[in-house]
């Protein structure tokens, strides 16, 4: 009789973790299309994301996400050249940064030759996005390093002869 019982405690038991188990597996789905089950705009985001992350290694720059959903949500699916400068001066370059970087004489030459662009422009041309190297530019561009050396003067600026020279690397931070 003991063993009886002991027995079914142990097949009790034993299905207890079994079932457990089972309802905490999880499935996955693998999908080749990064915008399964999203909208047209969520789309548009989220090709403009992995752009930028393939650009600079990071992800959009918080300030620049409204710009950037902004810009997808437009229903005609056309990108406005508003939106070019709009998203180059939230990702924190100045106006007239902004302007040299979203002029519309050589962007589309410009965003052909970065490899970069070229792929954001692709995947949203895919997605029949109209004038889409202006939000991709403005995303992917990545001023160009200065390896130049600046000389600083160090002391009193009103008299020359006070003051040391130094030679330092120019660096920009972003």
Not at 32 to 58: N, Y
Not at 79 to 100: D, V, Y
Not at 114 to 138: E, G, N, V
Not at 144 to 152: F, M, Q, S
Request: proline share 5%; charged share 20%; with cysteine.
């Amino acid at each position: 009789m003991q063993s009886a019982a002991l027995v079914l405690f142990s097949w009790l038991f034993g299905l207890v973790p079994a079932q457990s188990r089972a309802v905490n597996r999880m499935v996955m789905e693998r999908t080749d299309d990064v915008c399964a089950h999203l909208s047209p705009a969520e789309c548009c985001a989220q090709m403009l994301e992995i752009a930028v992350f393939r650009a600079t290694g990071d992800q959009v720059p918080k300030a620049a996400k409204s710009p950037v959903r902004l810009s997808c949500a437009d229903p005609s699916k056309t990108f406005a050249e508003t939106s070019c400068r709009l998203i180059t001066i939230s990702r924190g370059f100045s106006a007239s940064e902004a302007g040299e970087i979203c002029a519309p004489s050589s962007l589309t030459k410009r965003c052909s030759d970065d490899d970069t662009c070229k792929q954001c422009m692709s995947d949203l041309d895919r997605l029949a996005w109209k004038a889409p190297q202006r939000a991709c530019y403005a995303l992917t561009y990545q001023p160009k390093a200065n390896n130049g050396t600046r000389v600083v003067t160090l002391g009193n600026g009103a008299s020359s002869g006070n003051g040391q020279s130094v030679r330092v690397r120019r660096m920009v931070v972003r």
